[in-house]
């Protein structure tokens, strides 16, 4: 359950007090918490990512995700630019279990540009190495971005990969805070300087759909 992290498509621009107006505790929820610190990253000699799972680390992590969801998100106009005017939209997501629970696929639409956009997201679990890899496809691109890999500890999940943003290399990190399964956040951010300042450009709210 996740927006793409290069979604192009226009949307309803509502800023910050069009969220604000949806009450105070979304408005809370839709905000980074700078309590949950990002780990360090850590690399190897070549500059690759070095990921390890965390002691915790399970196939069953996403159980919490199945069913349909509602998405209350905000997305930052334009990224890596000192931006600070943000868009809200509505979306909703279906996810099913495959490959007997390691794995998982959800179908995401919006119609937030007029027409209808629609993703999946497709999580697999590796029980060699207890990471989780979470790849993103749409309609627009018609193949899979790079996944980003990592692993839940205390129910706060974050996975990472190196990627490009507009040409310019970027390392992206997915969060995904379950303290509240029923009511699971998902939170983007970009690095350009491997990991020492991020920007939070991305982040939804869910509730189960009736």
């Given at each position: 359950m996740a927006?793409?992290?290069?979604?192009?498509?226009?949307?309803?621009?509502?800023?910050?007090?069009?969220?604000?107006?949806?009450?105070?505790?979304?408005?809370?929820?839709?905000k980074p918490d700078d309590a949950l610190p990002i780990?360090?990253?850590?690399?190897d000699g070549s500059g690759n990512l070095v990921i390890q799972a965390s002691a915790t680390s399970s196939e069953?992590?996403?159980?919490?995700?199945v069913g349909n969801w509602k998405l209350s998100n905000r997305k930052l106009k334009a990224r890596l630019e000192n931006s600070t005017e943000w868009i809200a939209f509505e979306s909703r997501v279906e996810m099913h279990q495959i490959?007997?629970?390691k794995g998982n696929i959800d179908k995401y639409t919006?119609?937030?540009?007029?027409?209808?956009y629609e993703g999946v997201a497709l999580r697999l679990f590796n029980p060699e190495t207890r990471l989780w890899s979470i790849y993103w496809a749409d309609g627009n691109s018609g193949k899979l971005d790079p996944p980003v890999v990592g692993s839940f500890d205390?129910?706060?999940?974050?996975?990472?990969?190196?990627?490009?943003f507009r040409g310019r290399p970027i390392i992206v990190v997915f969060r995904w805070d379950v303290r509240n399964p029923?009511?699971?956040?998902?939170?983007?951010?970009?690095?350009?300087?491997d990991?020492?300042?991020?920007?939070?450009n991305s982040i939804n709210v869910s509730a189960r759909a009736d």
């Open positions: 927006i793409p992290r290069f979604l192009g498509s226009a949307l309803l621009v509502l800023g910050i007090a069009g969220v604000a107006a949806a009450g105070s505790d979304l408005d809370r929820e839709l780990p360090q990253l850590q690399f069953h992590d996403f159980d919490y995700l490959l007997d629970g919006d119609q937030a540009s007029g027409k209808p205390n129910k706060i999940g974050h996975f990472f990969a190196r990627d490009t029923q009511r699971p956040i998902w939170s983007q951010a970009f690095s350009v300087d990991g020492k300042t991020w920007e939070w």
